[in-house]
């Protein structure tokens, strides 16, 4: 009985392991020649790893995470890390078909978003995890809504989800910014790869930045556009 118990884990770890590396977007760069992939050792750390700040958050917002590092986890890192900025490593382009407005875009391929001023020119960028697709606690899909919508309701720092955790609610949502229904872009974890019930959590400092400086609310809000 034991053996077969053992051969099922092992089996479920085998596929959940390699799924969740798949969905990694920054591996992808480790066959760049601009780049390359360390392994992470026991007692790493971001900031033992990259002990300067703004080095930091590039090799943050490159591997999509703010999370901790694990022993034998994948980072990617760019050979000229000294000599760029986070915009030089944007997976967003440049430039769009400008929309006459500010509008966010959210690439949930690259797992990545894009705040465009009214020429359609990039103007920030950063990581972001969304819908994991399946959530056991409610068991159902709980995947990000594709379209395009405008912000409607933005809440403080100190915003909280009515719904989550399941059943009395309560887990932070700083900075939220609604743009569907329950759905909202706000501030949160980011292991990496897709890992929410559906709202797109950004790093804090990018969810503050919109949601004080970039977004409006109401029915002229900002344009959000999920692809």
């Not at 090799?59 to 915009?87: E, K, Y």
Request: charged share 20%; proline share 7%.
């Amino acid at each position: 009985m034991f053996s077969r118990i053992f051969l099922v884990l092992l089996s479920i770890t085998a596929i959940s392991l390699p799924a969740v590396a798949a969905r990694r977007v920054a591996h992808k760069l480790c066959t760049s020649p601009n780049y390359e992939c360390i392994k992470v050792k026991k007692g790493d750390s971001w900031q033992k790893l990259w002990p300067d700040p703004r080095v930091r958050r590039i090799v943050m917002r490159l591997n999509r995470m703010n999370t901790n590092l694990v022993r034998g986890m994948r980072i990617v890192v760019p050979v000229s890390l000294n000599n760029i900025t986070h915009m030089d490593i944007s997976p967003m382009p440049y430039s769009v078909h400008p929309y006459g407005q500010r509008v966010v875009v959210v690439n949930m391929s690259e797992q990545a978003f894009g705040a465009y001023d009214s020429n359609g020119y990039l103007v920030h960028w950063g990581p972001i995890s969304g819908g994991k697709g399946f959530c056991h606690d409610i068991q159902k899909r709980c995947n990000t809504p594709r379209g395009s919508y405008r912000v409607f309701r933005k809440g403080t720092e100190m915003c909280e989800s009515k719904k989550f955790p399941v059943p009395d609610g309560g887990a932070p949502m700083p900075y939220c910014m609604y743009f569907k229904g329950g759905f909202a872009m706000h501030a949160g974890d980011l292991p990496g790869y897709h890992a929410s019930h559906g709202c797109v959590r950004m790093f804090y400092e990018d969810a503050e930045w919109l949601n004080k400086h970039f977004l409006n609310k109401g029915k002229g809000g900002t344009k959000v556009i999920v692809q």
